[in-house]
């Protein structure tokens, strides 16, 4: 019995030192632009959540709208109280899959482009959409990197007609998460 | 001077104040809330119990607000590449913790401090994801 139990217990520790881990971080940051020649529109988040399996490929961002920073305390205000609605809806969300999952080893270290497709939840508004970006494995660091755009209109943001030429249409998103293994 | 004239002057001083005030608001930078007095004094552990039992009424109460929170570093974390600091706080909770993620010139002062440190962190509440999120972070005084 004691030899079984044993045996058993090597099986599940060996199993488990080669099963893939959950990498996550709580201070990844996510940014955006949205200005045009006119002016300059940039807002950073530094505490955006990013958990992803390495096993199934399921990834998630969260950021709290609330959480991103500004240089101009009215452009604040107005991306929150008009454009973001984030008394609203205080999320947004991006839900889904690394596509090429096969194409990545993160058991070596090195520079692999990803591909991940899934679901955008911006203000109410669900979207799917596609991305690619650059995962970097450094034992048990993992380094999402990708920068893609976002189609406002897409997401029922609306721009008032004054300002139209001052924001632009598209805002172009930059994600930058460092994930370590959850223990 | 003529009457009409005093009326235009005035009208051009009105003008302008109003032009000076437009680009002060315009240009003015969010607050630095190093310097903002709190809205609330609560521990890591009641403000995450707020959150869990009822978000919404959480955020009414707690979106947007100073609030210097008091409690355990259970971890600090200073992003290799970007240089952000950030402190999580224990909360008791073992699915929800306060993170606090820190002005980029405070990360000096949170380099030192061990897991365990008691500690009391300003910051600004931006709601809850699986923790409840603190920025524009400092150690309060």
């Known amino acids: 019995m004691k030899k079984i139990i044993l045996i058993a217990t090597a099986c599940i520790l060996i199993n488990s030192s080669f099963a893939q881990k959950i990498y996550f971080t709580r201070s990844g940051t996510i940014s955006f632009k949205a200005g045009t020649a006119l002016e300059d529109i940039d807002a950073v988040n530094k505490s955006a959540t990013c958990v992803f399996d390495a096993a199934s490929g399921n990834i998630q961002f969260l950021i709290l709208v609330k959480g991103f920073e500004f240089k101009s305390a009215l452009l604040m205000e107005h991306f929150n109280e008009n454009y973001m609605e984030s008394n609203k809806y205080p999320k947004a969300v991006f839900t889904g899959k690394i596509t090429n999952l096969d194409k990545i080893n993160f058991q070596k270290d090195g520079t692999y482009q990803a591909t991940v497709k899934g679901t955008m939840d911006i203000h109410g508004v669900k979207k799917e959409m596609e991305a690619i970006g650059t995962i970097k494995v450094s034992g048990e660091n993992v380094l999402i990197n990708a920068d893609f755009a976002v189609a406002m209109a897409d997401y029922n943001i609306e721009i008032p007609s004054v300002v139209k030429d001052k924001i632009a249409k598209t805002a172009k998103i930059t994600v930058n998460c460092n994930n370590t293994i959850k223990k | ?141």
């Open chain 2, 1 to 141: 001077m003529k009457n009409w004239k005093k009326v235009l002057l005035a009208l051009i001083v009105l003008g302008a104040a109003a032009a000076g005030y437009g680009y002060y608001m315009y240009n003015k930078k969010p607050a630095d809330i190093r310097t903002v007095a709190a809205n609330f004094e609560i521990s890591a552990a009641a403000l995450v119990a707020d959150y869990t039992k009822d978000e919404t009424a959480a955020n009414l109460k707690y979106l947007d607000k100073v609030i210097d929170v008091k409690g355990k570093v259970a971890e600090v974390k200073i992003d290799s590449t970007t240089g952000q600091a950030t402190v999580i706080l224990d909360s008791g909770d073992p699915m929800a913790a306060v993170t606090c993620s820190f002005y980029n010139d405070e990360a000096a002062s949170i380099k030192m401090l061990a897991p365990g440190t008691e500690v009391v962190i300003k910051g600004k509440c931006t709601g809850k994801l699986m923790d409840v999120v603190l920025n524009k972070c400092s150690i309060a005084k």
